[in-house]
């Protein structure tokens, strides 16, 4: 198994967990914690973990010059990213959210072409408004009047924020990551990814009442932890050092059918023919996406 095909199954697997994310996040806000208070769980508890792993990787420190470029990073890759998605989160519905987020790709094709002179590819493009297409027809004709949205547009624009925020950071994460040992960076990543957090969620946290939590909400909270964050983060540092930032960003299509699939699961939204119909495009703007830059073999 090449290297390419590895970084594929990883970005996929991260993919897979953050579309289940949606709807387990969405049962933990806000009624046992909020969201900023969540984030700064989320985002001090990753920092444990990946300090705890640095302590057994010897590998090249981060040069002096490189600290601004990640803190840069994580400003959009942790504390905005995360910030703005769980807020949006806790005003939509997950499968609105998951759909919202599908506008990356075009965000980094932009952000790719401005920063690192990627060219801008007709078929690309093309896959990736196809892809748009399918995400706006599920969150116009596609939301079910069952589920808790309590600000359907003030969620989505600020998951729309989100998806900005994250477009960036796989742009401006691309050059660092091909320099230094995965964990290394990471941890560096979040430790100043805490510090942009703490001011936002450090009163919400408090407010918590751990006592009052069920051990199923405890497990929801730990999978957000352990794998929706350090986990993916790690796999899709993975992906993008052996892929383009547009190619990893194209695997956000797949998060709506996810979130769908496992919403109907636990029986939180249904199924009908638009969400159908909004799903296959989505699909068919992968196969456009992934199948110009493999022909790249990127």
Known sequence: MNQRTLALIAASIATLIYGVTFTVAKEVMPVYIK????ILLRVGGATI???LLGLFVNAKPIEKSDYKKIM???????GFNMLTFFKGLNYTTPISASVMMVTAPILVLIFASILLKEKLILRKITGVVIGLIGAIILIVYGSSSNVDAKNMMLGNFLVFINAASYAMYLVQVKKLIAKYNPIVFVKWLYLFGLL????????ELTEVQWQLMPASIYFKVGFVVLFTTCITYLFNLFALSKLKPTT??????IQPVIASIYALIVGSDSLNTVKIVATLLIFLGVFLVTKQVAAKNK
């Open 35 to 38: 969201p900023f208070g969540f």
């Open 49 to 51: 973990v990946f300090w």
């Open 72 to 78: 840069i990073a994580a400003f959009f890759g942790v």
């Open 196 to 203: 942009f957090v703490i001011p936002f969620g450090f009163s």
């Open 248 to 253: 990893v960003s194209v695997f956000i299509y």
